[in-house]
């Protein structure tokens, strides 16, 4: 991102960003940097295990600590909150004070946390090492970004990178849920939580001998203003989404932080265009690639988690499959991300990442169409297989697409700024879609019904999004983007 001091000018986008020939081949990686994006994967993949692993085992993680079912919320909100209140802070402060040493800090305050909810002995325990595990992963995520998108240059490199690193993070989610059940029926809940801790270990003596150090050259000081309301700002809008969707929207707490949200998110907006040195540069949001890249992203994180989340209730309580059953349901998903993973470069290095994330949110709303045909018949299953497969091919193309369509451009010393916004822009979509349409389903007196309703209006939402996100990043048949120069304040 850019930011306005004296020593750093706004950047201005190339006049055309053309894609690399079809026939170009994927950049041969070192044994070092093969290294180096396993390190990094490996971390953002444990964080996206962290956001399922525990979910199958909350029935059996209450009734041993004694926490009753409204408090089970709590497991998912205590680490929902930090990880996605923080993330643009420590972006920032990565870039100012070392990515590297923020990453090594949060993978050492992500294990430590993991270990106290292993042998956490009360409730108070276990919700204190979910809000560390959360501030640990705040950390991770936006560094780990960054340090990847420095590390490889812009181009076949970078796409292949994040297409890798992309797969990985959608892969962590689906393997949590089917490892979450495993593990909890063959050993325990806690084993969930020992399985992040071990990933952390394995990771955290690699990290300091492979990962280059890299900061700003200049130090500006810190936006404290901007940090304060906009972390404000994000925990209680988290907080207000997250509580909605267990108790609706009229318990006067989520009504209060909704509003209070709202009102510092503003007040950052305020902050930001009067500060010299701001967290966010208010032009740089201006920009076509960042603006309608990260509306892109928000949707297909938002939808998609959504539609995860009335398909399980779907499977469990219209076709009664078990929670084991079910996680195999989206075990094939996981399957055919490695596989979307694996061509979604190739795919962008044609098309160009613009024109692959219209084409990719396309797509997914299409997919998910189909699953209006859903019944009570067990050919049901074999539908919700292939289409949530299907649709997760195209939202993990979106997911690779928008990444790529958002940091194209940015300087080095601005990605994690840049990075802080992507990673923000994905935690708020997979909080925020459940509350807003999955209370639907979950209200509704007939629930195949109101997941049908619910699929409708998931459907509705993707497709606008592809044409809007074609129209703002003027995608053409060579999935150019038109030049836009960032405006001076």
Same mark, same amino acid.
């Given at each position: 991102?850019?930011?306005?001091?004296?020593?750093? +000018?706004?950047?201005?986008?190339?006049?055309?960003?053309?894609?690399?020939?079809?026939?170009?081949?994927?950049?041969?990686?070192?044994?070092?940097?093969?290294?180096?994006?396993?390190?990094?994967?490996?971390?953002?993949?444990?964080?996206?295990?962290?956001?399922?692993?525990?979910?199958?085992?909350?029935?059996?993680?209450?009734?041993?600590?004694?926490?009753?079912?409204?408090?089970?919320?709590?497991?998912?909100?205590?680490?929902?909150?930090?990880?996605?209140?923080?993330?643009?802070? $420590?972006?920032?402060?990565?870039?100012?004070?070392?990515?590297?040493?923020? $990453?090594?800090?949060?993978?050492?305050?992500?294990?430590?946390?993991?270990?106290?909810?292993?042998?956490?002995?009360?409730?108070?325990? $276990?919700?204190?090492?979910?809000?560390?595990?959360?501030?640990?992963?705040?950390?991770?995520?936006?560094?780990?970004?960054?340090?990847?998108?420095?590390?490889?240059?812009?181009?076949?490199?970078?796409?292949?990178?994040?297409?890798?690193?992309?797969?990985?993070?959608?892969?962590?989610? +689906?393997?949590?849920?089917?490892?979450?059940?495993?593990?909890?029926?063959?050993?325990?809940?806690?084993?969930?939580?020992?399985?992040?801790?071990?990933?952390?270990? /394995?990771?955290?003596?690699?990290?300091?001998?492979?990962?280059?150090?890299?900061?700003?050259?200049?130090?500006?000081?810190?936006? @404290?203003?901007?940090?304060?309301?906009?972390?404000?700002?994000?925990?209680?809008?988290?907080?207000?989404?997250?509580?909605?969707?267990?108790?609706?929207?009229?318990?006067?707490?989520?009504?209060?932080?909704?509003?209070?949200?709202?009102?510092?998110?503003? &007040?950052?907006?305020?902050?930001?265009?009067? +500060?010299?040195?701001?967290?966010?540069?208010?032009?740089?949001?201006?920009?076509?690639?960042?603006?309608?890249?990260?509306?892109?992203?928000?949707?297909?994180?938002?939808?998609?988690?959504?539609?995860?989340?009335?398909?399980?209730?779907?499977?469990?309580? @219209?076709?009664?499959?078990?929670?084991?059953?079910?996680?195999?349901?989206?075990? @094939?998903?996981?399957?055919?991300?490695?596989?979307?993973?694996?061509?979604?470069?190739?795919?962008?290095?044609?098309?160009?990442?613009?024109?692959?994330?219209?084409?990719?949110?396309?797509?997914?709303?299409? /997919?998910?169409?189909?699953?209006?045909?859903?019944?009570?018949?067990?050919?049901?299953?074999?539908?919700?297989?292939?289409?949530?497969?299907?649709?997760?091919?195209?939202?993990?193309?979106?997911?690779?697409?928008?990444?790529? +369509?958002?940091?194209?451009?940015?300087?080095?010393?601005?990605?994690?700024? &840049?990075?802080?916004?992507?990673?923000?822009?994905?935690?708020?979509?997979?909080?925020?879609?459940?509350?807003?349409?999955?209370?639907?389903?979950?209200?509704?007196?007939?629930?195949?019904?109101?997941?049908?309703?619910?699929?409708?209006?998931? &459907?509705?939402?993707?497709? &606008?999004?592809?044409?809007?996100?074609? $129209?703002?990043?003027?995608?053409?048949?060579?999935?150019?983007?038109?030049?836009?120069? @960032?405006?001076?304040?």
């Amino acid at each position: 991102m850019a930011i306005d001091t004296p020593s750093t +000018t706004p950047t201005t986008p190339k006049t055309s960003t053309t894609p690399p020939p079809a026939e170009q081949a994927a950049p041969r990686l070192s044994p070092r940097d093969r290294l180096v994006l396993f390190v990094l994967c490996a971390a953002q993949f444990m964080v996206a295990l962290d956001f399922s692993v525990l979910n199958v085992a909350l029935p059996v993680l209450g009734a041993d600590l004694g926490m009753s079912t409204s408090a089970l919320q709590w497991a998912v909100t205590a680490f929902a909150l930090p990880s996605g209140g923080f993330l643009l802070l $420590f972006g920032r402060m990565g870039d100012l004070y070392g990515r590297r040493r923020l $990453f090594l800090t949060g993978l050492a305050v992500f294990g430590a946390a993991s270990l106290l909810a292993t042998f956490a002995w009360d409730p108070a325990s $276990f919700l204190a090492g979910r809000a560390l595990q959360g501030l640990g992963a705040a950390a991770i995520v936006p560094t780990g970004m960054s340090l990847l998108t420095t590390t490889f240059p812009e181009g076949p490199a970078r796409d292949r990178a994040l297409g890798i690193s992309g797969t990985l993070l959608s892969l962590g989610f +689906t393997v949590g849920m089917v490892a979450g059940g495993v593990l909890t029926d063959l050993l325990s809940w806690r084993s969930t939580m020992g399985l992040l801790a071990l990933f952390a270990l /394995i990771v955290l003596p690699l990290a300091p001998r492979l990962l280059p150090e890299s900061r700003t050259p200049e130090r500006p000081r810190l936006d @404290v203003p901007g940090a304060v309301t906009v972390t404000g700002g994000l925990l209680s809008l988290i907080y207000a989404l997250s509580t909605a969707a267990e108790h609706g929207f009229g318990r006067t707490d989520v009504l209060v932080t909704l509003v209070a949200g709202l009102l510092l998110l503003a &007040a950052f907006v305020l902050v930001e265009s009067r +500060t010299e040195a701001p967290l966010v540069s208010l032009p740089m949001l201006r920009r076509r690639t960042v603006a309608w890249g990260n509306l892109g992203g928000l949707v297909t994180f938002s939808m998609m988690s959504t539609v995860v989340f009335v398909l399980t209730l779907y499977l469990q309580e @219209v076709l009664h499959l078990s929670a084991f059953e079910t996680g195999l349901v989206f075990g @094939v998903q996981g399957v055919l991300s490695v596989v979307a993973g694996s061509y979604a470069p190739r795919v962008i290095g044609r098309f160009g990442a613009r024109r692959t994330l219209a084409g990719s949110l396309a797509g997914q709303g299409v /997919i998910g169409l189909s699953l209006l045909a859903l019944g009570e018949g067990g050919w049901s299953v074999v539908l919700a297989t292939a289409a949530v497969s299907l649709a997760s091919m195209c939202h993990l193309g979106a997911i690779i697409s928008y990444g790529l +369509t958002v940091t194209s451009g940015v300087p080095d010393e601005e990605q994690g700024l &840049a990075t802080g916004l992507v990673t923000s822009t994905q935690q708020v979509g997979i909080t925020v879609g459940i509350p807003l349409l999955g209370v639907l389903a979950t209200t509704s007196t007939d629930l195949t019904s109101g997941v049908h309703t619910v699929l409708v209006l998931d &459907a509705v939402i993707v497709l &606008a999004a592809a044409v809007l996100v074609a $129209f703002g990043l003027r995608v053409g048949r060579s999935g150019t983007v038109e030049a836009e120069p @960032v405006r001076a304040r």
